[in-house]
């Protein structure tokens, strides 16, 4: 797998990500639209960054930026109650990472891509207490037809697909719930 952690996208994607966290801490009310798109920003970067001479991927550069210039707006709108020096020193980031700079340690993050997967899918996002056995996820996820993703400390997981494949996927992994209600 080609995962450039130092293409341009995937630093800004990690920039705002970044801002998105210090906002939440001040701000509880941040829309759900904006961690949405940031959230799917991030999967069709990874997508894109799978193979990106493949035509297919390549078409998406357009709607990444437009996912990652609507969410930076929106922050930098959020962050002005902080003051302009606040959004100033974020902007610097921002043009930083634009550039190919890594401004924050990037955290490699598991994805797993299904060749000839449309990028025009839907997801699902579910939190579990502990983590979980990654390598069930990934076969369920293949058999499934659906692309799985881990958050850096494997509780956090995106389900990737189109709506009956990750139906699908869910039941397959209802152990996994159960597993976790059990332990609560």
Same mark, same amino acid.
């Not at 709607?63 to 962050?79: C, G, K, M, Q």
């Not at 699902?124 to 369920?140: H, K, M, V």
């Not at 058999?143 to 699908?168: A, C, L, M, Q, R």
């Given at each position: ?27 509880? +009310? ?25 035509? +297919?991927? =390549? ?17 930098? =709108? ?8 606040? /959004?100033? &020193? ?12 890594? /401004?924050?340690?990037? /955290? ?33 996820? &293949? ?8 958050? +850096?400390? +494997?509780?956090? /997981? ?10 699908? =996927? ?12 059990? &332990? =609560?």
């Amino acid at each position: 797998m080609v995962n450039d952690m130092k293409d341009p996208l995937y630093l800004r994607w990690g920039v705002l990500d970044h801002l998105l966290k210090e906002l939440k801490k001040k701000y509880e +009310d941040i829309p759900k639209e904006m961690i949405r798109d940031l959230q799917y920003a991030r999967a069709l970067t990874n997508f894109y960054l799978e193979d990106p001479t493949e035509p +297919d991927r =390549a078409k998406e550069i357009g709607r990444i930026d437009s996912l990652l210039n609507t969410v930076e707006r929106n922050l930098l =709108a959020l962050a002005s109650n902080e003051g302009e020096e606040y /959004v100033k &020193e974020w902007e610097q980031k921002l043009l930083e990472a634009s550039q190919g700079k890594e /401004v924050f340690k990037s /955290v490699n993050i598991q994805s797993k891509f299904i060749p000839g997967m449309p990028a025009n899918f839907d997801f699902i996002r579910f939190n579990f207490r502990e983590p979980i056995q990654e390598e069930r996820f990934i076969e369920i996820c &293949e058999y499934e037809n659906v692309i799985i993703e881990f958050d +850096d400390n +494997d509780t956090s /997981v995106f389900v990737f697909g189109e709506k009956p494949n990750i139906k699908s =996927a869910l039941k397959e992994m209802s152990p996994f719930f159960s597993e976790q209600l059990q &332990e =609560a």
